[in-house]
């Protein structure tokens, strides 16, 4: 980048917007890569996957850079740029899994027979543990939960991001915390006897 300051996010996104700099693409890619793989790694199970949906993140990115429109500055612009990413990585994913036609909608269901367990957590949790535990979930089920419970969607929002009825987003959620507790739980117990 031009100019005697170091380079700073800020900054690359700014001449990214204004004249399409490659090496402020290249700066914000290698800034905020992890990041957007994190957030594929959790929709989709496959690594390879997962990279071909950040690189695609990034390209959409890069192609709507000027449509990111913050007055913020220094901490507060990062994190505002960094939520705008994380909407399109989340929205790619979606959409990824979507055409691969993995949600199939139910007809509405009763909770009822859904029975509500407390699990006592471990402060020996990591979060490559969560992780692992997360990618045991189908498809449909770590999606929901992950755009409910980490992205902070509501189930109207999400219903419409996958195209489901509300009640079917509600459904896939208890399931997924019903079964994340009882493979937390299996995984407490195989761990207890190799201690």
């Known amino acids: 980048m031009k100019g005697k300051h170091a380079p700073s ?10 004249n399409g700099d490659e090496r402020s693409k290249e700066f914000i ?3 905020c890569y992890g990041y957007v793989r994190s957030i594929t790694l959790r929709y989709v199970k496959n690594t390879y996957d997962a990279e071909e949906l950040t690189n ?6 890069f192609g709507k850079m000027g449509t ?6 220094g901490d507060r612009f990062e994190k505002s740029f ?6 399109i ?8 899994l979507r055409g691969k036609k993995q949600f199939v909608a139910l007809d509405e269901m009763n909770e009822g027979g859904m029975e509500q367990q407390h699990v006592e957590v471990s402060g020996n949790l990591h979060v490559e543990d969560i992780l692992k535990l997360l990618a045991q979930l189908p498809d449909i089920q770590r999606s929901i ?10 189930h109207e929002e999400v219903a419409t991001m996958l195209d ?32």
Do not use: H
Not at 56 to 61: D, K, L, V
Not at 145 to 154: D, K, P
């Open 164 to 195: 489901i009825p509300e009640s079917t987003s509600r459904t896939y959620l208890t399931r997924a915390k019903k079964k994340l507790r009882k493979l937390y739980l299996e995984s407490i117990n195989i761990t207890a006897g190799f201690q």
């Open 68 to 73: 990111f429109n913050n007055g913020d500055l």
């Open 89 to 96: 990585a989340v929205n790619i994913s979606i959409d990824f």
């Open 9 to 18: 996010l800020e900054r690359a996104v700014r001449e990214c917007a204004q």
């Open 29 to 31: 890619y290698k800034s």
């Open 82 to 87: 960094r939520a705008w990413l994380a909407r």
């Open 145 to 154: 939960f992950n755009l409910y419970e980490v992205e902070g969607y509501s």
């Open 56 to 61: 695609e993140s990034f390209i959409r990115a």
